[in-house]
């Protein structure tokens, strides 16, 4: 097998300087572009004779594993701590804008799990919906609202760019569902082509007579079909942990908590990776 790996490099030295493609030459030799670019790479560097000594000295033994510095640990647990502990994937462009370090998800997840317990919500084996697209801003609109106990929140967010509008409310009526329609759309979102709720109640009389004064086109998500509200089911799953909270909150507390929302939007819209 190696006799037919150090072949297949020398052939793949041979076949370049014919000025053969190196799609081609992969092909041929059966192996990925990558590859014969990485041994292209290493003849022109060192030689033929040379980069094959350097291939065979290579694969002898067990390559020893990297190792994490106690530093980069640290940063990506502040990451996390400062940024109402985000995911790994949203640590990972926070590095890189930060301190210039690339680092696969993958392994910030493994850094993660040694201080932390993460536990993932997906659940197989469960009937889903399509997942709607967007291609441009404001085509898809989708709203849906979050109980805090004596206390709900109407969210609503564009699914193409994340932009995202929120209210609070001491009640849920298709009244405060108008209050919101009218609120976000006149403040945030203007008009869209399509908007998309659940079948609450809230969204219903007075939210739908009024809905085409700022859609083309209405539309109510299948029941028990997640993916199809997954865009504000996400956002909503961050408001909860990155902001609310699980806690149930009385009537007389939404003036604090729209305090803390609106630092949490500034957040969100201006230095939260989306």
Known sequence: MEVNQLTKITLA??????????????????????TVHVWIKGIQELGLLEFLEQYVNAKKGERSKRKIDGLLKSRVY?????NRDCCGQKIKEFLLDDYGIELSTTTIYKILAEKYKLRSKWKKNQPRGLVPEAFNP???IQMDTVDFGQVFAFTGVDIFTKEVSVKLYASLTAKDGLD???????NRFNHTKLLQTDGGSEFKAEFRLNVFKYADRFRVARPYKKNEQSYIESFNRSLRKECLGWSKYKQNDISSLEKELSDYLV???NKRPH
């Open 78 to 82: 502040g990451l996390r701590e400062d």
């Open 13 to 34: 030295g041979e076949l370049f300087e014919q000025a053969v493609p190196k799609a081609h030459i992969a092909n041929q030799l059966g192996v990925t572009r990558e």
């Open 138 to 140: 404001r085509e898809v």
């Open 267 to 269: 957040y969100y819209h």
């Open 180 to 186: 919101f329609l009218t609120l976000s759309f006149n």
